[in-house]
């Protein structure tokens, strides 16, 4: 009942219609950007997406950090940045912030009342000294047009957006790094005078030049300091950072250095750490149909952690699925793959935990409903669908298939999403057959079917370059998307060539099973199918071709796509949806990226467009219903 990671492998046959090569440029790289932001970073004059081009390379950084890590919380911006890395980041920041483009003049409407001009010139130029609240001019400079390294200017922006975040800053779900100016001065504000500082901002003239130098007051106007020192990099995302390692006695360096890497190998911190906080510290929330269940803090920590814990008793919970005080543990907690590490592997796991730094973080209770809250109910769910169990080594086969199966079936327990579920969320069917990811509902496909995932007729070294790199090779076409990003980002792209390779033999080597009995594609209506085609042309034809071709490196094709015509088209729905990157990778650094339409195309609309896509250029998907879209939009 791990519903977490689910790959989609956009792997394709490339159309008769070739095209050339996409432009090698970071404009071209990032056009998930600029499809909502507008060309060149200028957002829409009436658009709530604001210009980023020209802003301080550090302040575009920090809030790129900032959705990617959890303290900015929008939910398609947090989607696209999740799989890159802070390197890539600072490059998309350097890159919007050298475009000097003009600004244009604010959008003509009805004067403001005198009143609302008035109070909100005031408190931006000079604040209210009886209530101690500094001016905005005092950080974003004389000119209002932001001040290096780190302050943004404040001209330029639609009220809306405006009036938004600071909104954002006065309810604290908006946050900065410590100290966190920001939230003092808006929450200061009254949303009467939020609204006129936003009126009487967004129809002021931007000057020119636009970024006049300007330096930084000799001491800040307010009590909680000033922006922090981001000429230097500033740690944030634990996926770039090594954790501290620590010798604890009995373990050996040795045994903690191996338990690090099978942390990685098993993606512990995926599902052990929240977004932006601590490594393993726990409180990440894991939504299942019966409820949600946190994860625990895996930290040192003698209170809330493992520090009470011997590795007996870990070991007892990873073979077993039994907490240090004897409850069954939740199969959320991939137990029933991972009874299968070894007892060495499983001492090398809790030596590396144990070297962590300490977390003074207290565990979740879970929120699950009756009875599934109950250890009665546990222990029947247990004896009806977990044994404790192995991998036995087959002698007729070779050294790589066996550690693959390890890998595989154990460590990376890849079968918690790769198989269908039945009503108490056990697997069922085929292992690694493939099936819906519940409350996320991405479809893991089927890694033994050669119409959805099997890799059976690729070559080794290609499957272990799509593993690594989270792209596949250019005869194949394409990339991982959606939740699988978090398995390259964290585990896969850090494994050993040797370990690669031998996930790739033994994914080569599944049987094939037959394919899923697909009912006949049902044709599209007249009126649906001249629409989906027309905002083809509109909306995807410059990325993917007037005939699905694609274009390489960039953009896979979509005529001959598995991943357009598998059975479900869930996959096809959130990509579209929530646009996205691949993983950024040391063999990938720069992913090309895609916008989200979520916000563009209506749900009839992005029906008609995916049914023309599953049926043009000799492709044979059914028809998405606007019912579909809608469900999946809405995460039911």
């Known amino acids: 009942m791990k519903f977490l990671l689910a790959p989609v492998l956009l792997a394709a046959v490339f159309s008769a219609h070739a095209a050339p090569p996409v432009p090698d440029t970071i404009a071209q790289r990032l056009q998930a950007c600029t499809g909502c932001h507008g060309k060149e970073g200028r957002a829409a004059r009436d658009g709530y997406y604001p210009r980023i081009a020209g802003k301080p390379a550090d302040y575009l950084y920090h809030q790129l950090q900032g959705f990617r890590d959890g303290r900015r919380q929008y939910a398609l911006m947090t989607g696209l940045l999740d799989p890159l890395s802070d390197a890539y980041l600072r490059e998309i920041a350097?890159?919007?912030s050298s475009l000097d483009l003009p600004y244009s003049p604010p959008a003509p409407g009805p004067a403001l009342p005198a009143e609302v001009a008035r109070r909100g010139e005031s408190l931006t130029r000079d604040g209210d000294p009886a209530r101690k609240l500094p001016a905005?001019?005092?950080?974003?400079?004389?000119?209002?047009?932001?001040?290096?390294?780190?302050?943004?200017?404040?001209?330029?922006?639609?009220?809306?957006y405006l009036v938004a975040q600071?909104?954002?800053w006065r309810t604290g779900t908006r946050h900065a790094l410590a100290p966190d100016c920001m939230a003092q001065v808006a929450q200061a504000l009254t949303a009467d005078e939020v609204s006129s500082i936003a009126q009487w901002l967004a129809v002021q003239p931007v000057p020119e030049p636009a970024h006049p130098a300007s330096t930084l007051p000799a001491a800040l106007p307010i009590a909680c300091g000033g922006v922090p020192d981001v000429t230097k990099a500033v740690p944030l995302n634990f996926r770039d950072e090594a954790p501290l390692l620590a010798d604890a006695a009995p373990f050996t360096a040795q045994q903690v250095a191996r338990g690090e890497y099978?942390?990685?190998?098993?993606?512990?911190?995926?599902?052990?750490?929240?977004?932006?906080g601590v490594p393993y510290a726990g409180g990440r929330g894991?939504?299942?149909?019966?409820?949600?269940?946190?994860?625990?803090?895996?930290?040192?920590?003698?209170q809330h952690g493992l520090g009470g814990w011997t590795s007996a008793l870990f070991w007892r919970a990873m073979h077993n699925g039994r907490s240090a005080d004897g409850r069954l543990l939740y199969p959320v907690f991939p137990y029933t793959e991972l009874t299968r590490v070894t007892r060495e592997d499983s001492d090398a796991l809790f030596a590396y935990l144990r070297s962590l730094p300490a977390a003074d973080k207290p565990n979740r209770p879970h929120a699950l409903s009756f009875p599934y809250d109950t250890q009665a109910a546990l222990a029947v769910w247990r004896a009806a669908f977990f044994r404790p169990g192995s991998v036995a080594p087959v002698e007729t086969r070779s050294a790589a298939w066996n550690r693959g199966a390890y890998l595989v079936e154990g460590l990376g327990h890849c079968n918690a999403c790769h198989s269908s579920r039945n009503a108490l969320g056990a697997s069922s069917g085929i292992a690694l057959g493939g099936g819906l990811i519940p409350i996320q509902n991405w479809y893991a496909p089927s890694l033994n079917d050669a119409d959805e995932a099997g890799v059976a007729d690729w070559a080794l070294p290609q499957i272990v370059t799509l593993l690594q790199s989270g792209v596949a090779d250019r005869s194949?076409?394409?990339?991982?998307?959606?939740?699988?990003?978090?398995?390259v980002t964290?585990?896969?792209?850090?494994?050993?060539?040797?370990?690669?390779?031998?996930?790739?033999?033994?994914?080569?080597?599944?049987?094939?099973?037959?394919?899923?009995?697909?009912?006949?594609?049902?044709?599209?209506?007249?009126?649906?199918?001249?629409q989906g085609d027309r905002l083809y042309r509109q909306h995807c034809a410059d990325c993917h071709g007037e005939h699905g071709e694609g274009a390489a490196p960039a953009y896979p094709p979509l005529a001959g796509n598995r991943a357009v015509t598998m059975a479900s088209a869930a996959n096809l729905v959130h990509i579209v949806l929530e646009g996205g990157f691949a993983p950024s990778t040391p063999a990938n650094p720069?992913?090309?990226?895609?916008?989200?339409?979520?916000?563009?195309?209506?749900?009839a609309e992005l029906a008609s467009v995916l049914s023309h896509v599953r049926s043009a250029w000799g492709n044979g998907g059914q028809e998405v219903s606007p019912l579909d879209v809608a469900r999946l939009r809405s995460g039911r």
């Open 590 to 603: 720069r992913p090309y990226g895609m916008p989200p339409f979520a916000t563009v195309l209506s749900d």
């Open 476 to 487: 194949r076409g394409g990339s991982v998307t959606g939740p699988m990003v978090e398995v």
């Open 490 to 530: 964290g585990s896969l792209q850090h494994l050993s060539a040797d370990d690669l390779l031998a996930m790739a033999t033994y994914l080569k080597a599944l049987p094939p099973h037959d394919a899923k009995t697909r009912p006949a594609a049902a044709p599209i209506s007249a009126a649906a199918k001249e």
């Open 166 to 168: 600071l909104g954002a």
């Open 94 to 96: 350097a890159y919007f």
């Open 286 to 302: 894991i939504a299942t149909p019966f409820g949600t269940v946190f994860a625990p803090n895996l930290t040192p920590h003698a």
């Open 136 to 160: 905005c001019a005092q950080c974003h400079g004389s000119a209002l047009t932001g001040v290096a390294p780190a302050i943004p200017g404040l001209l330029g922006l639609p009220r809306d």
């Open 262 to 276: 099978l942390a990685r190998a098993g993606n512990c911190a995926g599902c052990h750490t929240e977004r932006g």
